[in-house]
């Protein structure tokens, strides 16, 4: 969180990206291939899905935080994260 002020947090997303040092970083195919996607189908989803996060933080702050999120408290009395 960057500021707040008159109850008002104003946030920025600095980062929004997959996890790629998880325990399935390293798989070549989905857990479940419900689908039968082949493992190039598979590199491909995973690389735009990476590209969907990029895009979806770049909308949260650029339209979604731009004005600031009305707390219900006030900062001061309460250690406050907001987390997604």
Known sequence: METDNDDIAHIKILEHKLNRDSAFS???LPVRNGLKITKNE???????LGFTAKYFKDWLNS?????????PFNLKEFKTDVKF
């Open 26 to 28: 390293g798989r070549q």
């Open 42 to 48: 598979y590199r491909e989803f995973m690389s735009t």
């Open 63 to 71: 339209d979604e935080f731009k004005g600031g999120i009305a707390l």
